[in-house]
């Protein structure tokens, strides 16, 4: 007799407005989010971040609160990402290239000249082989939710224009600390010296190093052309950031709360590609307003170096196997674009 009872009882209660409502606030709590990144907030990074957080704040009606940290005040890419594994830092934005150490398989993005535009990079990374990639950081403790844009790479320096590959000789190049990075500069005949990037303002400006390579939008909202002459259109890569949570602290949201903090880091992505895009088009213009010698590298030369960075491609390929440069290769044809 009690059995129909409960089963009319429970059955009520799930029609009830009052507990549809209930179940729904139980489902998210009340939290603090950290997200942390590296760059300014007045920049490509700092505006999307923005963006995340209030699209949090929204979706959750103010339950999810996300403060982000700006100019790496949370640590570099590569403490962060160990703070996200221990579980003291909730969320955060970095290059891909920085989490090699952590997951190989990340070092297929650092193919030099793997991509030649962003459709070509949204395509891939959003595709299967993207997400193959991103999921390989669960088994380290962390959880890769997008991948933003951090743009196609160029060059800057103090020494002299590189017009050929010749004009990298002796010139102390600060890279992102990552194998692929370091040895396609030594490969092109600079001196690579592998830095974070929160150091990498003050070691320009104290001459420490004479270069480094960074998407246009970055040497603007950076403003390294402060404290950099020479710029040189190399596009030698393209570089993505990603979005990553730490595993310890995501496995404890409820679904609905994983699936707001989704949503709203795609909506940011989305907005990202596009001011990162429109930024990038009008950058060029504003370093040379602000004092920037910029030289573009003939076609013949650009085939030099792309000869030169082959070795480093086969140090991709033996990174993370030839299974998975290969599938990344056929997305990119099947891209089409
Ligand atoms: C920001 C870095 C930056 C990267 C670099 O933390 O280190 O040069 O391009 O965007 O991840």
């Known amino acids: 007799m009690k059995r129909p009872l409960i089963a009319a009882l429970t059955a009520a209660m799930l029609c009830s407005p009052l507990f549809a409502v209930t179940a729904h606030a139980d489902d998210v709590r009340s939290r603090m989010i950290r997200f942390g990144y590296g760059l300014n907030e007045n920049s490509n990074q700092g505006r999307a971040a923005k963006l995340f957080a209030e699209e949090v704040a929204k979706a959750s009606e103010g339950k999810l609160k996300m403060r982000t940290y700006a100019a790496a005040s949370l640590g570099s890419d590569d403490q962060m990402q160990s703070a996200l594994i221990g579980g003291a830092q909730e969320m955060m934005v970095g290059s891909t290239a920085t989490l090699v150490g952590i997951t190989k398989e ?31 950081l669960e088994e380290k403790g962390l959880v890769g939710l997008v991948y933003w844009e951090n743009g196609f790479r160029n060059l800057t320096n103090n020494a002299r224009p590189i017009t050929k590959l010749e004009d990298f000789s002796g010139i102390k190049l600060r890279v992102m600390p990552n194998p692929v990075f370091l040895e396609t500069f030594k490969l092109m005949g600079a001196n690579a010296v592998p830095l974070p990037f ?27 052309y402060e404290v950099q002459k020479y710029l040189t259109v190399t596009n030698h890569v393209y570089s993505p950031w990603i979005v990553t949570a730490s595993k310890r602290w995501w496995d404890g949201l409820s679904q609905t709360e994983q699936g707001i903090i989704l949503e709203a880091a795609k909506k940011a992505r989305d907005f990202e590609r596009q001011d990162t895009r429109a930024e990038a088009a009008q950058a060029l213009a504003a370093l040379k307003a602000n004092g920037m010698q910029v030289n573009e590298i003939s076609p013949a030369e650009v085939e030099r170096m792309r000869e030169q960075a082959k070795p480093a491609i086969q140090q991709v390929v033996d990174t993370v196997g030839q299974p998975l440069f290969d599938e990344v290769q056929a997305a990119l044809e099947a891209s089409g674009s």
């Open 106 to 136: 990340m070092a297929v993005w650092d193919t030099p000249f793997l991509f030649t535009r962003e459709q070509q990079a949204d395509a891939v990374l959003d595709g299967p082989v993207g997400r193959k990639v991103m999921d390989k």
């Open 198 to 224: 929160s150091e990498l303002f003050t070691a320009l400006e104290t001459r420490a190093v004479d270069g480094q390579e960074n998407p246009y939008n970055t040497i603007l909202s950076s403003k390294f």
